[in-house]
């Protein structure tokens, strides 16, 4: 139970990582993010390639990871830096079934769909699981404390107030002579790597990843995990993040409860609960459960 | 492989007719609404179900069926938009989007539970392609019942037209598409506006649901299979623009088929984003703009 | 960053309660298995009879006094077809439900994610998927995979489709891990026997229509049509030929062509579709009763599910004891040779309890490993669609 419990503890912290990094650019910046399991898989990838085939030590890999996923950020949000919203959305979730198809097709770099195996992660093997799974919650939770710290910072400084301020009106934003798209950019890329460190640390936690581990799902988990949390809010993000690991993991307990049911109607009404508790929350908690405090005043239409 | 071109072509149209029915759908909640629905999904699939126990249970014919499709996908459209989405509005519509998701993962798992995994066919005999020469362009097949397909869809495209060009209630709706506050200061009830966009939108998305099962088959997935070709289609062409829906939905058709020349076909997928990223780089809300309904 | 951790920890732990006080009597209680399966996703056409074959089987044994006394106790649970959700899973049933052995993954990124868990905790894990890469992987005996691997399945379509007299194959394969390998082994096997591969196209099985992929093979005037494909894809893929009046030899795996796929596209447009699977003696008992408990023809995948469990029943039975580490050591020797031969769990339980060796032949075949966990000496049976219907070509 105590390893199953650790294990469910890294992937709500690679979530609680996500979910920062959504934080700043969407909970910050506005700007939705619908691909972000794409950065997810770029950092996965990088890190687990440059480890597995050229064997760059974790030290250099992880860096490189987050950098790769910025870089991958910045260039989405300069070919998206004109959209309005619902466009953002859309094209961003092609760009991450764009980056599952590469992941997919480029067998030459990335193994195509048989994937990387064996990669590798200190300890491994020589700690029992129960040792290994601890240390890597340690240091995922390490990283997600770091990351909420810079995110914080981040958004009480003058940098997250123009953010802010471009989440309510870009062009109110520009005309008091803010460089909007400079601040977008940097957003993207902090958020982006953010990503990126999740998907490395995942990856060799995990040992094994396919262009199959990075389905839109992802993105909607993180989504959810942040809205639910409190958008434009760390401790909302990281809230979130825990508590979409308890609902999908928790309702895997469900199936037992009610007798007479199909293992694939007990599968399908997991599903089905997750997807309803999600709906209840924005409709009850529509600012999250850590709503943000207006920190500016500014005048509503709606 | 340039020989192919043709053939390519009248694939990628006939493709692109059946993409158009549930683009429109997708882009007339958007002009109502203002949020790209991914529920449009579910009720593709609901659609195909709801043929698939007209046509198979009760042995009506497949014009009938997608009458029912078009119909029960429709009540389901308002019925989960007044149950799930509808006090979200005042949230925004990013929040109706992600709360979309929800929804369709939701309606989703509910076909499942009701019908399992199990893949189901029509009883549609399947016809021969026939055979056509273009002189100078060779022989090309056509498939008589993607063109029964094709037909069906211009017919729900025509009625479409029709009734927003010309009925009443269709000009209330594009009044309130147009401008939802001055809609709201000429006394028409946005709710019922509402409601109706859904019913139309859904239903669009149910039909064309069935159509894209009859090629392939009725299962949960059904919807979810064409989700991200529907979003294009819509994008390319401009949210909110029912015309622009259906020049995307050519154009992504078109687009899909022809890639094959260039690209791999694994990589087919990729091309409906690029069409996006190619268009939008020149006119950042698609071709035909928004609000040109 | 500690309150952080309680706090989860108390979310999740009364989530978990009911099964804190079971796990206190895992050792001397039932025997917990699990299934591991996709119920939702790609895989899902596949899943559900894969669980209900495993169900029925496991009431069998019980009903007739479990397994050394013991009952089995099944924990199921749905991979989603998505490795990330399958790793999930399959550390509920290993770390929460002790599970001393996993069955049925489907998708190869599945069964290679859940891999590394099985040996690290000693559980075994039973498969059903098809990449070559998976026997390969350093497991040190704890997979035991009934599906014939690549090569094997790749070398029998060569050899079955030059003996039919095509001399030239073009392959129409959805993508997997085992696409490329699997034509490459094809050609080598084709050339060999005087006939010749023309060609493949490599499609995403998650589009809708694949008229230019099939315009594409039909060009080339094959004589016979390689069809690596799932389910949901091979229907489509079958009325596109028809419509083009393409009227050839057409092989498939039958874990696609599976007897619902029959009635979906309807019998004009299956007629002359030849399924491959691999299979045990014709008339076999085994086959019989996956066939009663579905109500229908099974596919590979039910076939191979009663399989694992009737090998984890017979381990336990001869090994005494119920860990993955028993079954570990044990599974290799139910299909022993020189034993009397069996084709139920409950009848080889009642020998081995008797002291005596048993040679299992399940649904699937004979049950015989080599040291990586591939199967040996398997026979495949060729089925051909006459009128909507399955008509038995014959065993090879």
């Known amino acids: 139970m105590e390893n199953y419990l650790l294990a469910m503890a ?6 609680a990582l996500m979910a920062l990094g959504l934080n700043l650019i969407f909970g910050l910046a506005g700007m939705i993010n619908l691909g972000l399991v794409g950065f997810f898989a770029i950092g996965a990838y990088c890190s687990a390639l440059l480890t597995v085939k050229l064997q760059v030590p974790l030290l250099l890999a992880w860096p490189a990871a987050i950098l790769a996923a910025s870089a991958c950020g910045v260039g989405v949000a300069l070919v998206t830096a004109r959209l309005r ?7 961003t979730l092609g760009f991450s ?18 994937g990387i195996s064996a990669i590798p992660a200190p300890g491994r093997g020589v700690l029992t699981p129960l040792l290994f799974n601890l240390q890597f919650m340690v240091i995922v939770w390490l990283a997600v404390g ?73 993105t909607i988990y993180v989504v959810l995990a942040l ?19 308890a609902l999908t993991e928790g309702t895997r307990f469900l199936g037992g409860v009610i007798p007479g049911l199909a293992p694939v109607q007990i599968a399908a009404l997991r599903e089905a609960i997750i997807g309803i508790v999600l709906i209840l929350l924005l409709t009850y908690r529509p600012g999250g459960i850590i709503p943000e405090r207006p920190r500016t005043h500014r005048l509503e239409v709606s | 492989m340039s020989g192919d071109v043709p053939q390519l072509l009248i694939n990628g149209l006939l493709a692109g007719t059946q993409l158009a029915v549930p683009a429109i759908g997708f882009t007339t909640i958007f002009a109502v609404l203002r949020f790209p629905s991914f529920a449009i999904a579910s009720h593709a699939t609901i659609g195909a ?3 698939y126990l007209a046509n198979v249970w009760l042995g009506l014919p497949a014009g009938v069926a997608l009458l029912a499709a078009f119909v029960v996908a429709g009540l389901f459209g308002v019925a989960s938009d007044e149950i799930a989405l509808r006090r979200l509005r005042t949230s925004g519509p990013l929040t109706v989007a992600i709360a979309s998701v929800a929804l369709t993962i939701v309606l989703e798992n509910l076909v499942r539970f009701g019908f399992g995994n199990d893949q189901r066919g029509y009883a549609v005999a399947v016809l021969r392609d026939w055979r056509v020469d273009l002189g100078v362009f060779g022989m090309v097949r056509i498939g008589p019942q993607q063109v029964h397909n094709a037909g069906a869809a211009l017919v729900a495209m025509g009625v479409l037209f029709v009734f927003l060009g010309f009925t009443r209630t269709g000009k209330m709706m594009r009044a309130v598409a147009d401008n939802p506050m001055l809609a709201s200061l000429k006394g028409i009830n946005a709710d019922r506006v509402a409601q109706l966009a859904n019913f139309i939108g859904m239903g669009l998305a149910g039909f064309g649901g069935m159509l894209v099962a009859m090629d392939t088959a009725v299962d949960p997935l059904t919807g979810f299979r064409v989700m991200l070709s529907i979003f294009a289609a819509a994008v390319v062409g401009g949210l909110g623009s029912i015309p622009g829906a259906v020049l995307g939905a050519f154009v992504v058709g078109v687009g899909e088929e022809l890639s094959i020349v260039v690209l791999d076909p694994t990589y087919r997928t990729a091309v409906g984003f690029l069409a996006i990223l190619v268009v939008l780089s020149f006119r950042p809300r698609g071709l035909l703009g928004e609000r040109a309904v | 960053m500690t309150l952080r951790t309680s706090r989860r920890t108390a979310l999740l732990g009364g989530l978990a309660a009911p099964f804190v006080s079971r796990l206190a009597v895992a050792q001397s209680g039932p025997i917990r298995l699990g299934t591991l399966t996709p119920q939702t996703g790609a895989g899902g056409p596949y899943g559900p009879a894969m669980v209900k074959v495993a169900q029925a089987l496991v009431a069998e044994i019980n009903a007739a006094g479990g397994v050394a006394g013991r009952r089995i106790e099944l924990v199921n649970e749905d991979d989603e077809t998505n490795p990330d959700a399958g790793v999930r899973a399959a550390r509920k049933l290993i770390d929460v439900d002790k599970v001393s052995a996993i069955i049925g993954t489907w998708a190869s990124a599945v069964t290679t994610a859940v891999a590394p868990l099985a040996w690290e905790n000693k559980v075994m894990l039973f498969t059903v998927s098809g990449a070559d890469s998976i026997t390969r992987l350093p497991h040190q005996g704890y997979i035991i995979r009934t599906q014939p691997n690549t090569y094997l399945q790749s070398t029998t379509v060569g050899k079955y489709l030059a003996s039919i007299g095509a001399k030239t194959v073009f392959a129409l394969s959805a993508q997997t891990p085992f696409a490329v390998d699997s034509y490459n082994r094809i050609a080598e096997v084709l050339a060999q026997n005087g006939a010749k591969a023309v060609g493949d196209v490599i499609y995403d099985a998650s589009k809708t229509s694949f008229r230019s992929e099939v315009d594409q093979a039909l060009k080339t005037k094959p004589d016979a049509l390689f ?3 799932y389910t949901p894809d091979l229907a489509v ?14 092989l498939t795996y039958g874990y696609a062509a599976n007897a619902k796929l029959l009635e979906t596209v309807g019998a004009d447009v299956a007629e002359g579709l030849i399924s491959f699977a691999p299979s045990p003696d014709l008339g076999s008992p085994a086959y019989a009763k996956v066939k009663a408990i579905l109500g229908s023809d099974p596919d590979p995948y039910s076939c191979q599910v009663h399989d694992h469990i009737s090998l984890v029943a017979l381990a336990i039975g001869k090994a005494g004891a119920a860990t993955g580490l028993a079954i570990h050591d044990t599974v290799r020797g139910v299909g022993d040779a020189a034993g009397t031969k069996v084709t139920s769990a409950v009848d080889g339980l009642k020998l081995l309890a008797a002291g005596q060796k048993v040679n299992f032949e399940g649904a699937s075949g004979p049950c015989k490993f080599t040291s990586a966990g591939d199967i040996e000496g398997c026979r495949f049976r060729f089925d051909v669609a006459d009128k909507g219907k399955y008509r038995l070509l014959g065993l090879i």
């Open chain 1, 10 to 15: 890294v992937f709500a912290g690679c979530y």
């Open chain 1, 85 to 91: 919203g619902d466009y953002l959305a859309i094209v």
């Open chain 1, 97 to 114: 079934e764009v980056i599952r198809l590469v992941a997919s097709n480029e067998i030459w770099l990335t193994n195509g769909t048989d």
């Open chain 1, 146 to 218: 770091l990351a909420a710290l810079l995110v914080a910072r981040l958004s009480a400084a003058p940098f997250g107030r123009v953010l802010r301020a471009i989440r309510e009106d870009d062009v109110i934003a520009s005309v008091a002579g803010k460089p909007v798209l400079v601040f977008k950019l940097q957003a993207f890329a902090i958020g982006a790597g953010l990503m990126g460190a999740a998907g490395a640390l995942y990856a060799h936690f995990n040992a094994y990843i396919a262009p199959d581990s990075f389905q839109p799902l992802v």
């Open chain 1, 227 to 245: 809205t639910a949390g409190g958008t434009g809010t760390v401790r909302g993000a990281v809230l979130g993040a825990i508590l979409v690991v």
């Open chain 2, 49 to 51: 179900y709801a043929g």
């Open chain 3, 227 to 229: 069809l690596n494909s």
């Open chain 3, 237 to 250: 893929i079958l009325r596109e030929l028809f419509r083009a009046g393409y009227d050839g030899k057409k």
